[in-house]
């Protein structure tokens, strides 16, 4: 009881404190609602999770319409699922272009977004390539939202650590761009760790040559374009253009 107290205060004391989160929630799109088939497994996570990891999709392109966002979503899960053979799209949440919030395995499911850390985190994707240019303040408001209402609900510990992909993954992912601004947000963290240790970097070629039995982001990439796998590496190398994304 008294520990749900402290956070709560917690949470309430951040958002008169922190000019960049406010204290509402995201609108929050269900899986029903984008369309998600079935996940063909899942594992649990165990809560509070002590990271969040922050993503760019860089393929699909920035969404700004429900509509867009949800052929978005639909075509990471297709993809995730059918090219990787994943149980399900690798990230627990995706914030859109038009500041919804998208459920992918949610709260309390293992995702398959970040080496090492997936059983101890909760991934967020951007969806867009934020290598040159930053997301609309209003989408990485969206983010910061989720976190929020994450520590606010006891799934995201309330010390919990910030990190980029790239410093899990050698990837360019989340984004030159967004990198740096995630460097700005609370809690971020420099040199990530596990139990007290300092982990490395996970090279790109090792992990797609051997598959991690978590579903690693990029486990069965050895097949894809450098550039793809430089910038994101759970993302086919295929035109941006909507009307492939079915």
């Known amino acids: 009881m008294c520990y749900n107290s402290c956070v709560l205060i917690w949470v309430i004391f951040t958002c008169h404190v922190a000019n ?10 269900t899986r029903d609602e984008w369309g998600a ?7 649990n996570l165990t809560l509070p999770v002590p990271y969040v990891v922050i993503h760019h999709s860089y393929i699909p392109a920035a969404c700004s319409t429900k509509e867009e966002c949800i052929n978005d979503m639909q ?17 627990n949440f995706a914030v859109g272009g038009d500041n919804r919030i998208y459920v ?6 293992v995702g398959a977004h970040a080496p090492r850390y997936n ?7 951007l969806i867009g390539d934020w290598t040159e240019i930053l997301p609309p303040e209003s989408q990485m408001l969206a983010a910061k939202q989720l976190i929020n209402m994450g520590i606010r609900d006891g799934y995201i510990s309330e010390n919990y650590k910030l990190i980029g992909h790239r410093q899990v993954r ?7 761009a ?26 790109l070629d090792k992990e797609d040559l051997k598959p991690d039995p978590r579903e690693d982001s990029g486990a069965s990439l050895a097949s894809e374009d450098n550039k793809i796998k430089r910038h994101s590496s759970t993302h086919k190398e295929e035109s941006t253009s909507r009307s492939i994304k079915q």
């Open 75 to 91: 075509w990471m899960q297709n993809y995730h699922q059918q090219n990787n053979s994943w149980c399900d799209i690798g990230y």
């Open 178 to 203: 967004l990198y740096k601004e995630i460097q700005t947000w609370p809690h971020w963290i420099d040199n990530p760790s596990l139990d007290d240790e300092v982990i490395p970097v996970v090279p």
């Open 37 to 43: 088939k079935p996940p063909t497994g899942v594992e």
């Open 119 to 125: 059983a101890r985190s909760i991934g967020i994707v």
């Open 170 to 176: 050698e990837t360019e992912c989340p984004g030159e």
């Open 20 to 29: 960049s989160f406010v204290c509402t929630d995201p609108e929050i799109v």
């Open 104 to 109: 992918g395995r949610g709260w309390t499911a």
